[in-house]
């Protein structure tokens, strides 16, 4: 399922977001850095230890990654030339500031994009997996943010972004919701 605005395609796919051949694949990672379960694990598995190296760095100078924000590192082995590291919100029943924290996740992950001249990224459907935010509503600020940030033309290198979902619930729902 695939859509265009303003010249820059949208495109749901189900899948591995470590076997993506894009510039830059976006990371659900921990405000350590430190790797973990779920597509963070897949990852670091997946690109090796090149990418937990600069990890280290970045967490030895900063301290970690707040929530909402992003980093970047090299992809390692992986297909991709980066890996955006952002940390999504744990979800918390909603008051805790939640959606604004999730959607700088993907504003921030975009701006660094930007910054390193990314022409394609690919999302995982970030805090959907043991940080539990609901998945219909996670899809809803990831996908409206995302055409906000090309509406606002602050998205000039970027042709194509990729919402890859790993399971069928997700996958539906963004399959649905992209229009
Ligand atoms: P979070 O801690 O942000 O919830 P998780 O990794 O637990 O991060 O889950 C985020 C989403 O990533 C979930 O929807 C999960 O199904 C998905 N996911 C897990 N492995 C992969 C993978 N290899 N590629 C893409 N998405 C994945």
New binding site residues.
């Given amino acids: 399922m695939k859509i265009v605005i303003n010249d820059t395609e949208l495109e749901v796919i189900k ?4 076997k993506c051949t894009v510039d830059a694949i976006v990371n ?1 990672a ?1 405000n350590g850095l430190l790797g ?5 694990g ?2 670091h598995r997946a690109g090796g230890p090149e990418i937990m190296e600069e990890c280290k760095k970045i967490r030895e100078r900063t301290g970690g990654c707040p929530t909402g924000e992003a980093v970047i590192t090299t992809a390692g082995n992986l297909p991709a030339k980066y890996v955006i590291h952002t940390v ?1 919100p744990v979800w918390k029943g909603g008051a805790y500031q939640e959606r604004e924290l999730l959607r700088n996740c993907y504003i921030n992950s975009l701006k660094l994009a930007e910054e390193h001249f990314v022409k394609t990224i690919a999302f ?10 609901p ?1 219909h509503e996670a899809a809803q600020i990831a996908l409206e943010t995302v055409k906000e940030c090309i509406q606002n033309q602050f998205i000039r290198s970027i042709q194509s972004i990729l919402f ?4 069928d619930e ?1 996958y539906h729902i963004y399959k649905t919701m992209i229009r």
């Fill in positions: 899948g591995d977001i470590t659900a921990n973990g379960g779920g597509v963070d897949a990852i999504g995982p459907n970030i805090s959907t997996g043991v940080y539990r935010f998945k890859v979902c790993f399971d997700n």
